[in-house]
């Protein structure tokens, strides 16, 4: 499995939970030192990292031809700066890069037969529906949300690769410190729910975002179907 922003808490904390499910691990980071992970007892994770940044998806193809999950995790918080530094910095990590590193995944080639089905995990907060008093961060989630709706449209097609969405509440991090769930805890629901083939991924404290999310979904679906098409 891959994770990108895995420097982050949530990263770290899935990383360290799927080790623990004995998983493979592939850190994405854009940092130029590399990664190392201990477990709860001060022992080392076996990972590779590699070293990453914004722009550069396409250099990612090679080593991402061995992963069977890909989770895309990173982003960034500008909080209330409106500048249009800080507008192009937002839609360019949390939409522009994860979308463009969600469509290398899907188009790499088909994997031989007998291989695990790929599949890609997409990270588009809480804040793709609700405040999260940050007006870029809402608006490049929200973007993400939109075109990975559209994107899911097309199914599989000839080389299969599982889409599955994850819709999550504040946990507390550098994005947030303020939020009320642990990164540990988000991690672990988030795999919970893989394991028991959840398409949908929604963890948080807020009973409306479980009501509100599957219906938005349910009418996003009906309105791309009505009102876009698929490249022929």
């Not at 939970?17 to 201990?38: I, K, V, Y």
């Not at 982003?75 to 839609?91: H, P, T």
Request: aromatic content about 6%; proline content about 6%.
């Amino acid at each position: 499995m891959a994770v990108s922003g895995a420097r982050g808490a949530l990263g770290t904390a899935l990383l360290r939970a799927l080790h623990g499910h004995g998983a493979e691990l592939m850190a994405l980071t854009s940092s130029p030192e590399p990664m190392t992970l201990s477990d709860g007892e001060d022992r080392p994770i076996p990972l590779r990292s590699v070293g990453w940044c914004c722009g550069q998806e396409q250099a990612l193809a090679a080593c991402l031809r061995e992963v069977d999950i890909l989770v895309i995790n990173h982003g960034v918080n500008v909080y209330g700066d409106r500048s249009a530094a800080a507008i192009e910095r937002s839609l360019e990590v949390n939409a522009l890069s994860a979308w463009r590193l969600l469509e290398l995944f899907l188009q790499l080639p088909e994997r031989p037969a007998g291989s695990p089905c790929r599949e890609v995990w997409v990270n588009t907060s809480e804040a793709e529906l609700l405040p999260a008093l940050s007006p870029l961060y809402e608006i490049s989630k929200r973007l993400l949300g939109q075109l990975l709706s559209l994107r899911a449209l097309d199914g599989q097609g000839e080389n299969p690769c599982r889409i599955r969405r994850l819709v999550l509440g504040p946990f507390r991090s550098a994005l947030n410190p303020y939020g009320v769930m642990g990164a540990g805890f988000v991690a672990g629901q988030v795999i919970a729910q893989a394991r028991r083939g959840f398409g949908l991924i929604i963890v948080t404290p807020n009973p409306i975002t479980l009501v509100l999310v599957p219906l938005q979904m349910g009418l996003r679906h009906l309105y791309g179907r009505l009102f876009s098409r698929a490249a022929s």
